[in-house]
């Protein structure tokens, strides 16, 4: 199943992870390093790609390296257990979405990114 938000624009959805973390007193840099830590890609090819037209189920597809630690996000996210979720792909979406919201709640860096 596909789902419309893998469609959406790579460059649209980040925007929106940084509103929410800049509203709630975070910075670019944390939510870059939140993204590094999940999908491998360096701060560098982040921005290069928030120029291209990349969709947001591509940005995963072509992720260097999916965190292994990713399965450690536990919790809720709209409603729905991360557990829970099976479709891979809205899995690694919605562990985003979860560490964006542990920063934007304030949580120490280390333990967003289960060091």
Known sequence: MSHKVFQMPFSQI???LL???LKKGRN???VDTVIQWLTGYHQEQIHAMLETSIDYE???LQAPCLNEKRFLIKGSICGVKLETIEDPMM???RYLDKLIDELAKGKNLDKI???
């Open 14 to 16: 980040y925007s929106l």
């Open 19 to 21: 509103q929410k973390a």
């Open 28 to 30: 670019q840099e944390e």
């Open 58 to 60: 591509h940005f995963f």
């Open 91 to 93: 899995q690694n979406i």
């Open 113 to 115: 990114l289960r060091k």
